[in-house]
């Protein structure tokens, strides 16, 4: 480890097996890497910095490695990255550590946006270590006051002929246009809005060329309903060639609108899981490192509640990060479709642990005019005063002063935004944010009141803001519900769930093997998942009220 003694504000990167730890970076969770278990580097900026001041920390291999007889040299790793203000490098070096050559990775971030848990880096050095004999490695991040970069899983090997990787995927859910994303991720959908619709869903990726050969790459996306059975599977090929090193988007084809995915349930309480996995490949040859050509995510089919989360805690945001911004009626907001008449139940949003006392918010539904094409407001909630600490850090549960009813057109939808609307009084405001959804930022908007102007967020976050819609009770709804809790999360060994008496339970891993099936007798039940390989696993309760699921991480 290599930092300057002089700046404690740089910190030391350390080896083990907890998460970061900083006030922001603590949500992020450890990295989910292959043998984690036996411990992983970490970089806690925000643990360590208490500022805006600069930071400059090295990890260096105290080893030399021989690639003399090489003329192809990659570098893998996987790797956990939120970034605010920083830059993550894998720097090179062969000369005996005097000059490194940088080499910038998560490139593709941008602020406050997440990687993937693990994503898996491909860095080809061979312009400098091919053919080399004393080559040196070390990881190297500079910035000022970021989240946290964790890394595991290193290995250095011969760059192959044919390696493509998907870099970042995206499930396009009805969108009115072909932007990439500009649906937004949904986590979680209610089935009634669902039954007999076939809302056509498509995906795209991002693939870049690691290989030292041009590439023709395919895109393949299979759908697995909530028994993990496939329901749906096409590929596209690119139009094409990618030269090492380029990247491209490739698309599944929706035109016709018939070759898309028509997403379409059996009935309004068909509850389950659907599993939306996205790959890659080379077409007509091998791809010799499969590692990093699949991304897969996950959608829930709930009783009453939308969310565009991926059921994480990432960290926090609102219009106070901006230097415009952080002015009383600024506003926050996400969109959602209704595509079956409803009434709003109620709305959820997740209040940071950096929100003051003596701040306030008011929640409202909008719907956009379309003759000024902004944003009108149909409903709202009363002035809520954040006058305890208490409140902040918990999901606030909202309901509108009136009961509001949406009507759909036929063959249509009307697309609501769930807002808040935030008054600062001159100290912090800030809701939770999941950086792990895959989204593009089109599904958020911002207002800035002392601009009087709406805009697209454009982040690769988004804001946990959750709409409940009849004709279910949203008090019954319990998959967001946090009188169900399951802790601790993650766990080494044992998961304790809450308020479960009567449910029956089942832990399932992401192949959609059930692991454990049992009924609950009491308020509480223990579950024993030592005996599991680590990784990531579905919690579904089922009772009277409907389902409700949960993620556990086991780390070992």
């Given amino acids: 480890m290599e930092y300057l003694p002089d700046n404690p504000n740089d910190g030391p990167w350390v080896i083990g097996t907890d998460g970061p730890a900083g006030t922001f970076s603590a949500g992020m969770g450890p990295i989910e890497s292959t043998t984690a278990a036996n411990g992983f580097a970490m970089y806690d900026s925000d643990g360590i910095g208490v500022s805006e001041t600069t930071q400059d920390s090295k990890m260096t291999y105290i080893g030399s490695i021989d690639c003399s007889a090489y003329t192809n040299v990659s570098v893998q790793f996987e790797s956990y990255y939120r970034m605010f203000h920083g830059t993550p490098y894998l720097e090179v070096s062969v000369d005996g550590g005097t000059n490194w050559t940088q080499y910038e990775v998560h490139t593709d971030l941008s602020v406050n946006g997440a990687s993937a848990n693990p994503t898996y880096v491909v860095v080809n050095i061979s312009t400098v270590a091919a053919n080399q004999a004393d080559v040196k490695l070390r990881f190297r991040y500079i910035g000022e006051w970021d989240y946290a970069w964790m890394v595991d899983d290193v290995k250095v090997f011969v760059a192959p002929d044919y390696d493509v990787s998907l870099v970042q995927a995206r499930v396009n859910f009805w969108p009115q246009y072909i932007n990439y994303g500009f649906s937004g991720f949904y986590g979680q959908i209610p089935a009634f809005q669902m039954n007999g619709i076939g809302a056509p869903v498509w995906f795209s990726g991002i693939v870049k060329n690691y290989g030292t050969q041009d590439a023709t790459p395919i895109i393949t996306a299979s759908v697995k309903d909530g028994s993990m059975a496939e329901i749906y ?21 929706y035109d016709p609108i018939d070759d898309a995915f028509a997403l379409s349930l059996a009935s309004d309480q068909d509850y389950q899981m659907y599993t939306w996995e996205i790959s890659t490949d080379v077409d007509g040859v091998t791809d010799e490192n499969p590692e990093n050509n699949m991304l897969s995510y996950s959608t829930y089919f709930t009783p009453a509640m939308y969310a565009h989360d991926n059921d994480n805690l990432t960290g926090s945001w609102s219009t106070g990060n901006y230097t415009t911004g952080g002015i009383d009626g600024d506003i926050v907001g996400v969109t959602y479709p209704i595509f079956v008449d409803c ?28 003759a000024t094409e902004e944003w009108t407001e149909v409903s709202s909630s009363a002035l809520v005063t954040i006058d305890n600490e208490e409140q902040a850090g918990t999901m606030q549960h909202v309901e509108m002063s009136d009961v509001y009813s949406i009507d759909a057109p036929d063959g249509g939808y009307v697309e609501i935004l769930v807002a808040v609307e935030m008054y600062f009084s001159g100290l912090e405001f800030r809701l939770g944010v999941d950086a792990t959804a895959p989204t593009s930022g089109w599904d958020s908007w911002i207002y800035f009141a002392g601009q009087d102007a709406w805009y697209y967020s454009g982040t690769d976050f988004v804001p946990v803001i959750r709409l409940s819609v009849g004709p279910y009770s949203g008090t019954n709804n319990n998959v967001a519900s946090q009188e169900i809790s399951v802790y601790p999360n ?16 089942q832990v399932v891993d992401i192949t959609g093997k059930v692991l454990v099936n049992t009924d609950a007798a009491q308020n509480n039940l223990s579950v024993d998942m030592s005996a599991f390989a680590q990784g990531t696993y579905i919690v579904r309760i089922m009772n009277e009220n409907g389902l409700t699921v949960k993620k556990v991480n086991l780390v070992k």
């Fill in 233 to 253: 599977n096409t590929q596209q090929v690119y139009e094409g060639t990618l030269t090492t090193e380029q990247q491209d988007t490739i698309t599944t084809s």
């Fill in 343 to 370: 009434e709003v139940n109620f709305v959820e949003f997740w209040l940071s642990s950096m929100t003051e006392v003596g701040t306030s918010y008011i929640v409202k539904l909008m719907v956009m005019d379309e």
């Fill in 490 to 505: 993650p766990t080494r060994d044992m998961v304790t769930l809450t308020n479960v008496e009567g449910a029956n339970i």
